[in-house]
């Protein structure tokens, strides 16, 4: 297996992020710091840049390295709240949103799957499938889904590991699982990752902004 | 159809219907209430007898056009015979307010008196320290760093007093079920005698700053242990002043409440409301708008959440016994 690592998100952070948003220009100020420090207030946002290439070779041979934007997502297969398996590859053909959040039932998740509920038309419209994950078991996604009337999917990641196969960093020194969401494009490729603990509602307006302007 | 109800010294489980746009805490009112009627207004007499409380409130009146509510109070005035509520359980508003629980032992007054000398004692070593060596400006700023601490520490301890543990929890068993119960009565705290507020506040403090008195002379360390302490084991009688109504208080605390020396009634009100997850400090709530913006708590229950398996009391709809009791005014209102 070809072993040349792709570069992390951590380390090609500040050149990455220079031509990228105002908001994350903290980041390059303060290189030192874990991204997921910053990202609990401000919000980190890698947006796909039409001149990063990555090469194709690189793209499924390591294993180790986080999925960052022009990247393909790698497939997974979990079960959803009904314990039925799905994977990945059943949404190509549309843009998904996959947003990875701590757990049910917690004021933040609950904040944000919410959000994406009573918003939930507009990514419709704008052709996309909402999908959130966490490490919680399908009956705890069941119970939460149903308590707020979430309609679209959410798998269960048990023992996190799409989420340690997709790089979500941890926030708070590795305390708190993290809340990331990736934009997959059609044919699967992440274009647009956001990174934001605190401020969960963010994320919609986020992801919805970059698919309503795509 | 709906009056402001009666104040709380004939109905402790009644809010202040004057105050609910205004204020978010229980209180009792400083004036005499109106009839319940739309257009009587009557002044109030002395009920003779403890008014039986039982719920649900049911109002037994022969007039119900000229029905009044009877209220404890010496100058109230009524010419009408006063109606008798009841509720199912039989507690008086007379024995709640004069509930012994209230009130000060000679034990909570030894305490307090402990807790202030050993305070002051601080303050004297740090006084006569500064003027020995004629350093004023360390110790004055201690004594700043000691009162904004404070008021942090005041935060903290009310989160985890409030979220976690209930009144089984060795050694805060008891003060957990107080704050329960001070939520679901939040009034009940402007009722408490002076030293039966603080003499737990007070009784700590004894315990901590007396080694610090006979261990240590450095007038810096206790410009900041005697402000420290004094603020925290005072910080009750700060919470009770924020429970109070305006017009209950000395302008000086008032002006200091406004001043944002003192925590003000509105932004430990904030406290009171669903989902009771905010304004957690007590002594002059400098630190409130901090913590809450930046989510400092949220993240420290979050941790508590993925390391021991603990859900805090704010993550969940607030039981019965946390939330503020308001179902007799709203009952009184339909009347």
Redesign the interface.
Known sequence: MASIPLPTAKHSLPSLLHAQTPKTLLSQKLPNLPKSFQS??CGVKLSHSSNFAVPSSFKKSSILAKVSKGSVAPSFSLKDQDGKTVSLSKFKGKPVVVYFY??D????CTKQACAFRDSYEKFKKAGAEVIGISGDDPSSHKAFAKKYRLPFTLLSDEGNKVRKDWGVPAD?FG???GRQTYVLDKNGVVQLIYNN??QPEKHIDETLKFLQSA | MFAEVAPMSAFPHLRSLHHVNQCHYLSPPSHIYRSITTTTTKSRRRHPEPLVVDLPWVLNTSTPATTTIALDEPSLQSTDPPPVLKRSSPVTTTSMLNDPSLKSTWSHRAWVASGCTTVLVSLAKSVTGAADSGTWLQPILAGVVGYVLADLGSGVYHWGIDNYGNENTPVFGSQIEAFQGHHKWPWIITRRQFANNLHALARAVSFTVLPIDLIFNDPVLHGFVSVCSGCIMFSQQFHAWAHSTKSKLHPLVVALQDAGVLVSRSMHGAHHRPPY?SNYCIVSGVWNELLDT??VF??L???L???LGVRPRS?SEPSSNWTEETDTSSLIAEL
């Open positions: 609990q207030f701590p757990a039932e917690t004021p933040g708070l305390t708190l699982p603990q605190f | 997850d930046y989510k949220e993240a229950e979050m941790i959440f993925f390391k993550w």
